[in-house]
């Protein structure tokens, strides 16, 4: 479907409260048609009440919901749809089948609810579940299926209807490792073709990573940062978005100086060069973010070099995870390569080091 035939979901200064605790504090957020947008935050930061509040299954207490021209819930007016009215294709950690009726019945059971001629039905179910890769699965029912069919199963009973929203709640959390890995790719080719705006909540950065347009990040009740999955990567706006992609290093260092964007520091007596990320001031301490892949062994005359005692060596299969003790600090670096030194020189670039104030 051509991506103009969606509808833009916006979400304004949303507030949620259940019981004493408010837990939306102001979310905006902006979803285009045939875009991707993934929720992802620690727990109890909101990204399932979000997504519930956009569903109609909780009223939040202010703020707006529209989708297209349609307001689904205006805090100020009064105005709540109820989520039977919304049209809403919905996915569920859980899959939520109906373990009595087969493939065919399940995904064709929205259509029927909506009165849609048989004919009519039969074309949509099976080009589903062609798309889908469950061809020849038609008459199976549910506890005769792998987790992963019994997902894309879901997904297709959610589509089937040309829903004007696709809102999915962990759909691959029930998925083992490899068959999640898998998932990841028909998931986000089967949301793109539909060419309408969708929103999923995932604990797994990963997942998020690879599926979504963007990642709004939450951090209890309040949008950290919306961007690209490599904008958040790379360019976290704060110490919270640095930490929480990616496992980085976090360690305490003493500004020295600071030249335009870039701040000299001083870690374990070793000088190293960051970008300033905030109002860093000389003679405080900062909180330096060192990702295990910028870092490397240095070579002879490098600078921005950090020397420690090696401590652990971890053989991951893919790569080897080295920790390198300076000082009090223990530093982690990812290597294709076993580390047999003692003592070792540490390098990274300048721009690859991040640094906020405590």
Not at 16 to 25: F, I, P
Not at 70 to 91: I, M, S, Y
Not at 260 to 275: D, I, T
Not at 344 to 358: C, D, F, H, M
């Amino acid at each position: 479907m051509d991506s103009t035939q969606g509808e833009r979901l916006v979400v304004e200064a949303l507030e949620v409260r259940l019981g004493e605790n408010l837990v939306l504090k102001g979310v905006d957020l902006t979803v285009v048609p045939g875009e991707i947008v993934a929720l992802l935050g620690p727990s109890g930061s909101g990204k399932t009440t979000l997504l519930r509040a956009v569903a109609g299954l909780l009223r939040p207490t202010g703020g707006r919901i529209l989708l297209g021209k349609e307001v689904f819930f205006d805090g100020a007016k009064g105005v709540f749809l109820p989520p039977e009215r919304r049209n809403l294709g919905l996915v569920f950690q859980s899959y939520a089948l109906w373990p009595h009726r087969t493939v065919y019945e399940n995904v064709a059971y929205g259509l029927r609810l909506r009165r849609v001629s048989e004919e009519e039905v039969r074309r949509r179910v099976l080009e589903l579940l062609d798309r889908l890769g469950l061809t020849g699965l038609e008459r199976r029912y549910p506890g005769a299926l792998s987790g992963g069919q019994q997902q894309r199963v879901s997904l297709a009973r959610a589509l089937a209807y040309d829903p004007r929203l696709l809102l999915l709640d962990e759909p691959l959390s029930n998925l083992d490792a490899k068959l999640r890995d898998q998932a990841r790719v028909w998931l986000r080719e089967t949301l793109k073709a539909t060419g309408k705006a969708a929103l999923f909540v995932t604990h797994d950065q990963a997942e998020a990573m690879a599926i979504a347009d963007r990642i709004a990040l939450l951090n209890e009740g309040r949008m950290e940062q919306v961007g690209t999955p490599e904008e958040l990567y790379r360019h976290p706006k704060t110490l919270f978005v640095a930490d929480f992609l990616g496992n980085p290093n976090v360690v305490e260092a003493l500004v020295v100086s600071l030249e335009g964007s870039m701040a000299r520091l001083e870690l374990a007596g070793f000088p190293l060069r960051a970008r300033a990320m905030g109002a860093l001031t000389p003679g405080r301490l900062a909180k330096l973010v060192l990702r295990p892949e910028a870092l490397r062994p240095a070579g002879p005359g490098e600078v921005n070099v950090l020397e420690g005692e090696l401590a652990h060596s971890l053989y991951l299969g893919s790569h080897y995870e080295h920790w390198v003790r300076v000082e009090e600090a223990l530093i982690r670096f990812t290597s294709s390569l076993p580390v047999r030194e003692a003592r070792l020189r540490l390098s990274l670039e300048p721009e690859a080091a991040l640094a906020y104030p405590a």
